[in-house]
């Protein structure tokens, strides 16, 4: 059964920092590029970092510099790290994997920034 999970999500100031991250199984997780989406009250969903099966990474212009993306395919994981939040920030994360025409999702975590 494939599954993803996210975890890591929380209340943190401006300016702080989370770890989120994605935990993977039911599928040949280093096959698949991962990505991590954001979904804000009232706004559409948007990606904010991705990472290939190589390991190359992309990122949306809004968290370029803070936000830095890994994975490890040893344990089936892939993380977000979120550096220097804002406000902005707050919005649940989803976690996506890609593969040709397979495509999961998880659950969704919480962030939510604000002092």
């Known amino acids: 059964q494939v599954q993803l999970v996210e975890s890591g999500g929380g209340l943190v100031q401006p300016g702080g920092s989370l770890r989120l991250s994605c935990a993977a199984s039911?599928?040949?997780?280093?096959?698949?590029?991962m990505r991590w989406y954001r979904q804000a009250p009232g706004k559409e969903r948007e990606l904010v970092a991705a990472?290939?099966?190589?390991?190359?990474?992309n990122y949306a212009d809004s968290v370029k510099g803070r936000f830095t993306i890994s994975r490890d395919n040893a344990k089936n994981m892939v993380f977000l790290q979120m550096n220097s939040l804002k406000p902005e920030d707050t919005a649940v994360y989803y976690c996506?994997?890609?593969?040709?025409?397979?495509?999961?999702w998880g659950q969704g975590t919480q962030v939510t920034v604000s002092s």
């Open positions: 996506r994997a890609k593969w040709l025409t397979l495509d999961y």
């Open positions: 039911g599928f040949t997780f280093s096959n698949y590029a």
């Open positions: 990472i290939t099966s190589g390991g190359s990474t």
